[in-house]
């Protein structure tokens, strides 16, 4: 299978924990996205790379967040000194950069619980 | 930025009946595009309409737009169980980069 992949698919931590997730686009996709999806609710953006260049990010992403993509393959996100309010699904996304007809391709994410 | 907002937020069919949910947005577009998210496959992109599109057929699945009325449509007849998912629409990002931004979806439950 060469979807996205994503690891680990849960992941449970105490408060002020940190984590790490991990995300395997596409190979040939160069655009990365991470998004963050609580219950009943619609994925948030949180930030985008092309290739190895992080060029947004949203004001949802504090400064305990942060995100990598070394050499443009994976990419990781970091979650530091975790609160309750970080629990949700963390979803990777990658494309291959179509111009507004971009099509994402989503991993099966990574859940989240802070307790 | 935008994004779309569908309608109803939740809706339950029997297998076999058809299905259809709507989708508002607030400024013109070149394409939307509609996804859909399940516990088995995850979220996937179901089909992209364009903005001289009207309707456009995939399989079971029908999506309109109107662009005049900045809405559009999803029917998905002759439902299945497995078609238990939710459904977003979701308009381009008009500054760039191509972000998605999701609304709350509609929550389909199709019952055996």
């Known amino acids: 299978d060469t979807g996205v992949s994503q690891d680990p698919r849960h992941k449970i931590t105490k408060r002020g924990q940190n984590v790490t997730f991990r995300c395997d686009p596409i190979?040939?996709?160069?655009?990365l996205y991470w998004y963050r999806q609580t219950l009943g609710q619609g994925p948030e953006f949180l930030t985008y790379f092309q290739n190895e260049a992080q060029l947004e990010k949203s004001r949802l992403l504090s400064d305990r967040f942060s995100a990598e993509r070394p050499k443009g393959s994976f990419s990781t996100l970091e979650i530091q000194r975790t609160e309750q309010g970080d629990s949700a699904m963390y979803l990777c996304?990658?494309?291959f950069g179509q111009g507004e007809e971009d099509t994402q391709y989503f991993g099966p994410g990574t859940r989240l619980t802070v307790l | 930025s935008q994004q779309g907002e569908e309608d109803p937020q939740a809706l339950s069919i029997q297998e076999g009946e058809n299905a259809t949910m709507n989708c508002s947005y607030k400024?013109?577009?070149?394409?939307l595009q509609w996804y859909r998210q399940n516990s088995g496959r995850g979220l996937v992109h179901l089909i992209l309409?364009?903005?001289?599109?009207r309707e456009k057929h995939s399989g079971r699945l029908r999506v309109t737009l109107d662009t005049s009325k900045k809405s559009s449509s999803l029917l998905i007849t002759a439902s299945r169980a497995a078609d238990t998912a939710s459904y977003f629409c979701?308009?381009?990002?008009?500054?760039?980069?191509?972000?998605?931004?999701f609304g709350a979806g509609t929550r389909l439950a199709v019952h055996p």
């Open positions: 309409i364009r903005s001289n599109e």
């Open positions: 400024t013109s577009i070149n394409n």
């Open positions: 979701v308009p381009p990002f008009s500054g760039g980069y191509n972000k998605l931004i």
């Open positions: 190979s040939e996709h160069n655009r």
């Open positions: 996304a990658s494309s």
